[in-house]
């Protein structure tokens, strides 16, 4: 059963494309299966392989990850990956049964991203330049770079030095399936970046070679989790009441360039999103904030 798992994964990193982070979520939602799987089987004395695998127990799966009280989006992600996971046995010919066939995923209701208002950003952004050190000067081009972009956080830490073109005030990011894209740079951020490849990158490195664009203060490429935790602590100086991750200043980037007028269709080049259906969720997000300075400005009379 290991090995179909394996043969699925090299599937979706080498002919899909699918990146580290998207591939280790489906490696974990398979291993939970699996290690279901297995339990079940061993006490219908059933042989542990995928072709023993019935719609009755896929359905036990499920009950089984509601009643651990696993958020809706959560147990629909896990189910989907099952379903991939089951036609690209049927397509190797190691099962000839799909339990999953016709088997509806889980209903999931789409939240909106909840943005932040430039206020906020303001605050956030200020927070770095209150500190003059190497770390903080690489804090404050994360953030500029990362609201003016509007960049994933996983492509900003996977940014290489080379990939910046300060004079030309763009950056190349590579998003989901290694597709690139080319972002301009508000001035303000090629300004901050400009500062830290100068003034501060130097001073972190160890490594000559090292291709990273930020980098920790082992001189290592920083991960998404170290970000997370530098956001964090930002946000924390700024007295920020919202819960703000690093996908916040992604929706807020694009929240506030359509409240300023920007066409949805430049916003979706600009995000990476391969349908604007997914870029039309900010438009929801726009109307609600003019019906709320609409209804401030003309209260109703009671």
Not at 171 to 193: D, L, N, T, Y
Request: net charge positive; with cysteine.
């Amino acid at each position: 059963m290991e090995q179909g798992i394996k043969n699925f994964l090299n599937y979706l990193a080498i002919e899909k494309g699918f990146s580290a982070n998207t591939i280790a979520a489906y490696e974990n939602d398979l291993n939970q299966f699996q290690a279901f799987t297995k339990a079940q089987l061993s006490e219908k004395r059933s042989p542990h392989r995928w072709s023993a695998v019935d719609r009755p127990l896929v359905l036990s799966f499920i009950l089984h990850l509601k009643e651990r009280n696993y958020a809706p989006a959560t147990v629909a992600r896990k189910v989907a990956a099952v379903k991939s996971f089951f036609n690209f046995l049927m397509g190797e010919d190691e099962v000839h049964l799909n339990p999953m066939e016709s088997l509806s995923s889980p209903k999931v209701g789409k939240s909106l991203p909840k943005p932040i208002s430039i206020h906020e950003v303001d605050e956030l952004l200020e927070q770095p330049s209150k500190r003059s050190t190497p770390e903080a000067r690489r804090d404050k081009a994360m953030l500029e770079l990362l609201y003016a972009t509007g960049m994933r956080v996983t492509e900003l830490v996977s940014l290489d030095v080379n990939h910046v073109e300060l004079q030309g005030g763009y950056v190349r990011c590579f998003g989901k399936g290694s597709k690139e894209r080319i972002i301009p740079m508000h001035p303000q951020a090629v300004q901050s970046v400009s500062e830290y490849l100068d003034e501060a990158r130097s001073q972190l490195v160890r490594n000559n070679n090292e291709d990273a664009l930020f980098v920790n203060r082992r001189g290592d490429r920083l991960t998404r989790q170290g970000f997370w935790l530098i956001l964090k602590s930002y946000c924390k100086a700024a007295n920020l009441d919202s819960v703000i991750t690093p996908h916040t200043l992604r929706h807020s980037f694009a929240t506030h360039m359509l409240n300023g007028g920007a066409d949805l269709r430049s916003v979706q080049e600009l995000l990476g999103h391969a349908n604007i259906s997914t870029t039309q969720v900010y438009t929801h997000l726009t109307t609600d904030h003019v019906r709320e300075v609409y209804e401030k400005a003309h209260p109703r009379s009671k």
